[in-house]
C-alpha cells in the first residue's frame, strides 16, 4: 500500500464519484478505479458501494477514511518538518488565473517582501482544484483562490477582494444591450461562458446553483480559461458571462462589441481570498497574512 492509494482513497470518498475524484486527482477515471480496486483487495473489504449515480462508503470505508486522512496528515507533516529544516525553501505561494486581481497579489507580494526582505519566495501555479489538497500534504504555505462560500472549509482565510457578481457581459448586438438591467432568467438563448469544471469545479457548481436559484437554468454552457481573451466569444455574438464592475472597467472601452449590464437579481456572493492551514501556520505564512491584513486596510481606508 502506498500514499497515492490512501490519497485515491480520500478524494472519492469526499467527492462522492470516481468521475468528479479523477478530475480534482486529473488521472483517468479507469486509472482510478483500478488504484481502488488494488487497495480493496489489499484491505481485504469492500470500502465502497458502487451506486448508478457516484459511490458511497461501506461501514468498512467509513472506518478506513478517518485513518487514511490521519496517515496522510502524518506524512505531510514529516515532510513539512524535512522542508522547514532547509532554510533554503523560502514560502511557496500558488495562485491559478488570477485575471484581474493581479494587483492585489502584487500589493501583498510586495508589502511581503518589504517586511521580510531576505525571504526567498517561490511562486507557483497550482489550479483551484489542487490548491486544497497542496496545502494539507504541505507541498505549498499559502495560496490565492476566488470561493463562493464563506468561511472557507477546513482552511484558515483572508478575503482580499469582495467579487460579488451584479451584472453580465453581453455581445453588444444582443437585444437585451438595450435595455439598462437584466433579469438573468431573460439569457436562456445564449451561451454562457463559465470557470472551468476541471480546474474551478467548487466556484463552477456554486456559480451554477445560484443562477438556477435565480430562474436560470443554462441550456449551453461552456468552461474557459480565467483571462480576458476568452470572452471574445462574446463579441461574436452568442455568448455572455458573469461580471462585477472591476471585471467591467476592462471593457468600458469595447461598448461596440461587449456590453456590460447590471442584473435586477440578487447579487451573487463571491470572493478573492488568500488561504492557509490554520492548524499549525509556519513564521513565513504568519508574516505574509499580516502583510496581507496590512494591504487589505490600507485598500478600505483608501
Given at each position: 500500500?502506498?500514499?497515492?492509494?490512501?490519497?485515491?482513497?480520500?478524494?472519492?470518498a469526499?467527492?462522492?464519484?470516481?468521475?468528479?475524484?479523477?478530475?480534482?486527482?486529473?488521472?483517468?477515471?479507469?486509472?482510478?478505479?483500478?488504484?481502488?480496486?488494488?487497495?480493496?483487495?489489499?484491505?481485504?473489504v469492500?470500502?465502497?458501494?458502487?451506486?448508478?449515480?457516484?459511490?458511497?462508503?461501506?461501514?468498512?470505508?467509513?472506518?478506513?477514511?478517518?485513518?487514511?486522512?490521519?496517515?496522510?496528515?502524518?506524512?505531510?507533516?514529516?515532510?513539512?518538518?524535512?522542508?522547514r529544516?532547509?532554510s533554503?525553501?523560502?514560502?511557496?505561494?500558488?495562485?491559478?488565473?488570477?485575471?484581474?486581481?493581479?494587483?492585489?497579489?502584487?500589493?501583498?507580494?510586495?508589502?511581503?517582501?518589504?517586511?521580510?526582505?531576505?525571504?526567498?519566495?517561490?511562486?507557483?501555479?497550482?489550479?483551484?482544484?489542487?490548491?486544497h489538497?497542496?496545502?494539507?500534504?504541505?507541498?505549498?504555505?499559502?495560496a490565492?483562490?476566488?470561493?463562493?462560500?464563506?468561511?472557507?472549509?477546513?482552511?484558515?482565510?483572508?478575503?482580499?477582494?469582495?467579487?460579488?457578481?451584479?451584472?453580465?457581459?453581453?455581445?453588444?448586438?444582443?437585444?437585451?444591450?438595450?435595455?439598462?438591467?437584466?433579469?438573468?432568467?431573460?439569457?436562456?438563448?445564449?451561451?454562457?461562458?463559465?470557470?472551468?469544471?476541471?480546474?474551478?469545479?467548487?466556484?463552477?457548481?456554486?456559480?451554477?446553483?445560484?443562477?438556477?436559484?435565480?430562474?436560470?437554468?443554462?441550456?449551453?454552457?461552456?468552461?474557459?480559461?480565467?483571462d480576458?481573451?476568452?470572452?471574445?466569444?462574446?463579441?461574436?455574438?452568442?455568448?455572455?458571462?458573469?461580471a462585477?464592475?472591476?471585471?467591467?472597467?476592462?471593457?468600458?472601452?469595447?461598448?461596440?462589441?461587449?456590453?456590460?449590464?447590471?442584473?435586477?437579481?440578487?447579487?451573487?456572493?463571491?470572493?478573492?481570498?488568500l488561504?492557509?492551514?490554520?492548524?499549525?501556520?509556519?513564521?513565513?505564512?504568519?508574516?505574509?497574512?499580516?502583510?496581507?491584513?496590512?494591504?487589505?486596510?490600507?485598500?478600505?481606508?483608501?
Amino acid at each position: 500500500m502506498e500514499l497515492r492509494h490512501l490519497r485515491y482513497f480520500v478524494a472519492v470518498a469526499e467527492e462522492g464519484s470516481f468521475l468528479r475524484a479523477a478530475g480534482r486527482l486529473r488521472v483517468a477515471q479507469p486509472a482510478l478505479s483500478k488504484q481502488i480496486r488494488d487497495l480493496e483487495r489489499e484491505v481485504g473489504v469492500k470500502l465502497f458501494e458502487r451506486l448508478p449515480r457516484g459511490t458511497r462508503l461501506t461501514r468498512a470505508g467509513e472506518q478506513f477514511l478517518g485513518d487514511a486522512r490521519a496517515a496522510l496528515e502524518s506524512a505531510a507533516r514529516a515532510t513539512a518538518t524535512a522542508r522547514r529544516a532547509d532554510s533554503g525553501t523560502g514560502l511557496r505561494f500558488a495562485h491559478s488565473d488570477l485575471y484581474v486581481y493581479t494587483p492585489v497579489v502584487l500589493k501583498v507580494l510586495a508589502a511581503f517582501r518589504q517586511a521580510s526582505p531576505d525571504t526567498p519566495v517561490r511562486v507557483l501555479r497550482v489550479n483551484e482544484v489542487d490548491q486544497h489538497a497542496a496545502l494539507r500534504e504541505h507541498r505549498i504555505d499559502v495560496a490565492v483562490s476566488f470561493v463562493a462560500t464563506w468561511p472557507v472549509p477546513g482552511l484558515a482565510a483572508l478575503q482580499l477582494a469582495d467579487c460579488a457578481i451584479t451584472g453580465v457581459l453581453l455581445p453588444a448586438t444582443h437585444p437585451l444591450a438595450a435595455e439598462r438591467r437584466v433579469r438573468l432568467q431573460d439569457l436562456s438563448d445564449l451561451l454562457w461562458l463559465h470557470p472551468s469544471q476541471r480546474t474551478r469545479p467548487e466556484l463552477y457548481r456554486a456559480l451554477r446553483t445560484a443562477l438556477e436559484t435565480r430562474g436560470l437554468v443554462p441550456a449551453r454552457h461552456r468552461g474557459r480559461r480565467g483571462d480576458i481573451a476568452s470572452n471574445v466569444a462574446i463579441a461574436a455574438g452568442d455568448a455572455w458571462a458573469l461580471a462585477n464592475p472591476v471585471v467591467a472597467a476592462v471593457y468600458a472601452d469595447a461598448e461596440g462589441s461587449i456590453v456590460h449590464r447590471p442584473f435586477v437579481d440578487a447579487p451573487i456572493p463571491m470572493w478573492f481570498v488568500l488561504i492557509w492551514r490554520g492548524d499549525s501556520p509556519s513564521p513565513l505564512v504568519e508574516r505574509l497574512v499580516q502583510a496581507a491584513r496590512g494591504t487589505v486596510a490600507s485598500a478600505r481606508a483608501s
